[in-house]
């Protein structure tokens, strides 16, 4: 009995031991002015530790009924590209990664249903934790710098890229 403890405690000890994700630097760009502008795209510290995101991406061309994203994870020499039909993906989220990355803004953003979207687009306080609860638990990512960088897709037309830069120390 002992051994199926000890091998249950070795089998999720990666699930449950994760590392501190820090924000270093944020860049949204919109490729057209006339669609969209980013009122709001910065870094706040909320102590010595931790840091939130916030962007605030102002639709001037509404309703959005086409959209998708291009997301890409880089770590020298660790490089990760993915693209996903984003409405297609709130209508059924059964993608596990796209649902993870999903689920560590979801409760910040305003991106929560189906298109069409007939509002701006706000990520409000994305606290590095959360990066940390979903991401963490699932995956052992060792120490370093980061990048994903998102393009933002309407109609195939590129609108816009965020870049969030970020470092992760495991404990």
């Known amino acids: ?19 501190h994700v820090s924000f270093t630097n944020l860049n949204c760009s919109s490729h057209n002015s006339d669609f969209l502008t980013f009122p709001t795209c ?12 916030s962007i605030h991406a102002k639709m001037h061309q509404l309703p959005i009924f086409d959209a998708r ?29 796209i649902n993870t990355l999903y689920k560590t ?19 409000d306080k994305l606290f590095t934790g959360n ?18 960088y998102t393009e933002w897709i309407t109609n195939k037309v590129a609108r816009a890229s965020v870049k969030i830069y970020f470092n992760i120390l495991n404990k």
């Open 69 to 97: 994203v291009s997301f890409c994870l880089i770590e020298i020499p660790f490089f990760f590209d993915l693209s996903y039909d984003a409405c297609q993906f709130m209508k059924n989220q059964k993608n596990i990664f």
């Open 1 to 19: 009995m002992s051994k199926w403890l000890l091998l249950k405690f070795w089998v999720t000890l990666p699930m449950i031991c994760f590392g």
């Open 131 to 148: 990066l940390e609860e979903e991401f963490g638990r699932f995956i052992v990512i060792p120490n370093g710098n980061y990048a994903i």
């Open 42 to 53: 910065h870094i706040k510290a909320v102590n010595r530790t931790h840091k939130y995101i």
């Open 105 to 123: 803004f979801q409760r910040n953003s305003n991106m929560n249903h189906t298109c069409p979207y007939n509002h701006d687009i706000i990520v």
